[in-house]
């Protein structure tokens, strides 16, 4: 009678504890699905590029050399940097990317990207090819919402003073917090040129 009486009890406690166990594994799991969880990724076939800001587009063949002059964007500044990113939306909870900012590490300078190209192509290898990128199409667009489990993409778009290779700390601001990554930006002539695979690819997406 007795070991039944502690039996008994035993079962009872195990299933309460039991009980208490999958409740509060139910709240984590349902808290972590929640939590927003933004995963940024990089193209190392779309590699950061900086190049002078250029309104001429020369183009030429065996036959003729002309010039055509794109429409102006606006932003002054003597150059353009594009840096194309991934943005992955890993919870329930919608994500917002409210801006991104760039600090180069040779002129300790911060640079913003919170301009919306409205019909503007850019002569990213001036006087060295006629290769152009259009951010109408191609440019991430911030503030920007990532849906649950969806994914945002496109090129951030700073103009800055720079036109040399260099490398600097690029930050994501956003509702899932602050992002940071260390970045190479290097010119259009040095990669692209040498990997012309790889231009082909960025300005046909």
């Known amino acids: ?29 349902q808290w972590w699905r929640k939590y927003p969880k933004l995963k940024v990724t990089f193209d190392d076939a779309l590699p950061p590029i900086v190049f002078p800001y250029d309104q001429r587009l020369v183009l030429s063949n065996k036959f003729e050399t002309r010039e055509e002059y794109l429409e102006d964007d606006g932003y ?33 300078k911060l640079f913003c990207s919170n301009f919306r190209i409205t019909g503007v192509n850019y002569s990213v290898t001036p006087r060295l090819a006629p290769y152009t990128v259009d951010l109408t199409k191609l440019q991430l667009k911030l503030p920007v919402l990532v849906p649950p489990y969806e994914m945002k993409y ?42 012309p695979k790889y231009l082909i690819k960025a300005v046909n997406r």
Not at 2 to 24: C, P
Not at 78 to 97: G, K
């Open 154 to 195: 496109g090129y951030l778009l700073f103009p800055v003073i720079f036109t040399d290779e260099t490398t600097g700390t690029l930050t994501l601001h956003s509702s899932a917090g602050d992002k940071q990554f260390k970045i190479k930006v290097m010119t259009a002539k040095n990669y692209y040129i040498d990997n």
């Open 76 to 108: 002054g500044l003597s150059a353009r940097c594009i840096i194309y990113v991934q943005l992955e939306n890993h919870s329930e909870t919608p994500i917002t990317v409210t801006a991104a900012t760039f600090i180069d590490d040779t002129t300790k």
């Open 1 to 29: 009678m007795i070991e039944q009486f502690f039996s008994d009890k035993a079962i009872t406690a195990l299933a309460a504890w039991s009980a208490v166990f999958i409740s509060l594994g139910n709240f984590v799991w």
